[in-house]
């Protein structure tokens, strides 16, 4: 268990691996023909892409953050 201060780090690892996971297998799918070998070309773009999402979830994050608590009213 890591303490409860580093949530927002491990939401962050969680949330960029999923997306990205999923955002490189629609890609893979539409923009090649690859069928041997799949998994293992996909798995690769997915590395590269998670590399990319994780500090930028991590820093873009707070902003969105700040986006949204201006749009938005308590209620």
């Not at 297998?25 to 798995?43: C, E, K, P, Q, Y």
Request: no cysteine; net charge positive; charged share 10%.
């Amino acid at each position: 268990m890591i303490p409860a201060r580093y949530a927002h780090i491990a939401f962050g690892f969680f949330l960029s691996g999923m997306m990205s996971l999923i955002v490189s297998g629609i890609s893979m799918l539409r923009a090649t023909d690859v069928w041997d070998g799949f998994l293992g070309v996909w798995m690769g773009a997915w590395l590269t892409s998670w590399a990319v999402a994780l500090p930028v979830v991590l820093f873009v994050a707070p902003l969105a953050r700040r986006m949204v608590m201006r749009l938005t009213v308590q209620g």
